[in-house]
């Protein structure tokens, strides 16, 4: 959902060509404070705000921008900006979205990726130290070789998904 916040002669119009062009629906608030209460009770994919709302009122702009959580702000002024563009600029803007989230995604996968590689080489290790030790009990044995195994497996999985 995206949400437009402006009171703009010509934002009626603007919300059905968002609607229309991004096939996402468009809630239309009236100012700053009613947009910081949809962002506090929602999750939006964008924040399209009237310029002039920002210029005239940025201490409740930086309310609203706390506010706003993973939806990318998106400023038009809506008294030269029509409907055309401005879905051009919330496209634009929701594909930088999706292009960013993309890219923290898989940030994250090598991230935790290198973690888990870093874990199950210190078990392979460990277990493979253990297993090389004189006289073990022969069920420590097979619970070792088990874990070894297992080990193995993960690592290989880790390896495989790109």
Known sequence: MILLISAAKNAANCVSA???NTGERVQLVQNLSAGSAMLRGGEFSAVVV???FVDLNPISADVLWKHTGTAIPVFVNFAISGADRLVRDVLAALSRREKER???TKAA???LRSELNGA???ILLSSELALAL???PVGVV???QSVHELALQIRTRLGNVA
Do not use: Y
């Open 134 to 136: 004189p006289s073990l």
């Open 109 to 111: 996968e090598t991230a």
């Open 120 to 122: 199950v080489t210190g």
């Open 50 to 52: 009237d310029q002039a």
């Open 102 to 104: 993309v890219l923290a």
């Open 142 to 144: 097979n619970k070792l």
């Open 18 to 20: 968002v609607e229309k």
